[in-house]
C-alpha cells in the first residue's frame, strides 16, 4: 500500500463527521473506523481557507477508480442527504470515505469491507461550496 497524500479538511465537516463516527451502527464500523483514522491524519482548517482544489462535503466531483478502470461523477454528501442528492454517494460508503479531503490529482488506496483494495484517483472538481463562498453548507 503507498503512502496516502495529505488531507484538508472542513472544520465544520470535521465536526459533523466525527459526530457521525460515533453515532455509526455496527454494520458502518469499518467504514467509520477508516474515516476516524482520515480525520486523524488530516489538517483540519476553517471553512474560508480551504482550497478549491480539496474534495470537501457536498463537493460534486469526478473520480477514476483505478482498480475498476471506472470513472465517475457523484455528489459527496452525508446519509441523511442520498435520498435527495440524484448523483450523491454518501461518506459514509467505503468508496465515499476515501474521497474527503483529497486534492484534484491525488491518488489513494482505500481499504475495503472485504478485505480488498481499491485505488481512487480525483479528477476534478464540477462543484465545491467553499469555492462558491458557501461555508455552512
Known sequence: ?????????NRLDAERLQRLIDEA??????VAEALEEELERGEVVDPEEIPEDVVSMNSRIQ?????R?????RTLVYPHALATTEDGISVMAPVGAGLIGLRIGDVIDWPL???HEVQLRVDAIFWQPERE???HR
Not at 451502527?25 to 469499518?30: G, I, Q, R, T, Y
Not at 478502470?69 to 461523477?73: E, F, S, T, V, Y
Open 113 to 115: 469491507p472485504d478485505g
Open 63 to 67: 473520480f477514476t477508480d483505478l482498480t
Open 1 to 9: 500500500m503507498s503512502p496516502r497524500p495529505p488531507i484538508i479538511i
Open 133 to 135: 463562498k458557501q461555508f
Open 69 to 73: 478502470n471506472r470513472q465517475m461523477i
Open 25 to 30: 451502527s455496527d454494520k458502518d464500523l469499518f
